[in-house]
Antibody, heavy 118, light 113 residues
Framework: EVQLVESGGGLVKPGGSLRLSCAAS????????MSWVRQAPGKGLEWVGH??????????DYDAPVRGRFTISRDDSKNTLYLHMNHLKIEDTAVYYC?????????WGQGTLVTVSS | DIVMTQSPLSLTVTPGEPASISCRSS???????????LDWYLQKPGQSPQLLIY???TRASGVPDRFTGSGSGTDFSLKISRVEAEDVGVYYC??????????FGPGTKVDIK
């Protein structure tokens, strides 16, 4: 069974940093392209960024609001995806989900809440 | 950039009555393999999104058969044959053809009368 479990959320001050993790199981993580999606309170779903599998170059891409501040990485030996968030802004407050598509079926984690507030 | 639109944005339905939500993409979601890369999600209050339909029309495991996804190319719909109280929440469509960039519709809020 495919499982994605996010962790690392919490309260952080504007300008601060945080690292989210997503522990994956039930599929060949090293072959999967992984994404982060977020949802601000009372708002819709927003793609944050992705990372391709290493065999496909391991490249990353980000949505404009987070480009240059957020970095996605992966540790295939630990089956774990990361989201490194720097220079956090109040508008980054959201629930962050990791997601993937495996054999055409999408999978999501339950999310982790990041609150940016002074 | 792919733009996803949904209509209506809000819907109030009487239990037992049908409901329909439309989703349109600014570009075709039909892959050369013949599949449409369009998913539907329901986000119940206080919960994370749950998958209802993927690849345009395939019901996810455990999803009641009152939910039906249809459409192709740029026009899709989600139909609920008989709405139940547990169906309240926000419904999102999502394009996955232009993966790894994924795009969501704005959501349709469904309430029960």
């Amino acid at each position: 069974e495919v499982q994605l479990v996010e962790s690392g959320g919490g309260l952080v001050k504007p300008g601060g940093s945080l690292r989210l993790s997503c522990a994956a199981s039930g599929f060949t993580f090293s072959d999967a392209w992984m994404s982060w999606v977020r949802q601000a309170p009372g708002k819709g779903l927003e793609w944050v960024g992705h990372i391709k599998s290493k065999i496909n170059g391991g490249t990353t891409d980000y949505d404009a609001p987070v480009r240059g501040r957020f970095t996605i990485s992966r540790d295939d030996s630990k089956n774990t995806l990361y989201l490194h968030m720097n220079h956090l802004k109040i508008e980054d407050t959201a629930v962050y989900y990791c997601t993937t598509r495996w054999w055409e079926l999408p999978y999501w984690g339950q999310g982790t809440l990041v609150t940016v507030s002074s | 950039d792919i733009v996803m639109t949904q209509s209506p944005l809000s819907l109030t339905v009487t239990p037992g009555e049908p409901a329909s939500i439309s989703c349109r993409s600014s570009q075709s979601l039909l892959h050369s393999n013949g599949y449409n890369y369009l998913d539907w999600y329901l986000q119940k209050p206080g919960q994370s999104p749950q998958l209802l339909i993927y690849m345009g029309s395939t019901r996810a495991s455990g999803v009641p058969d009152r939910f039906t996804g249809s459409g192709s190319g740029t026009d899709f719909s989600l139909k609920i044959s008989r709405v139940e109280a547990e169906d309240v929440g926000v419904y999102y469509c999502m394009q996955a053809l232009y993966t790894p960039i994924i795009t969501f519709g704005p959501g349709t809020k469904v309430d029960i009368k």
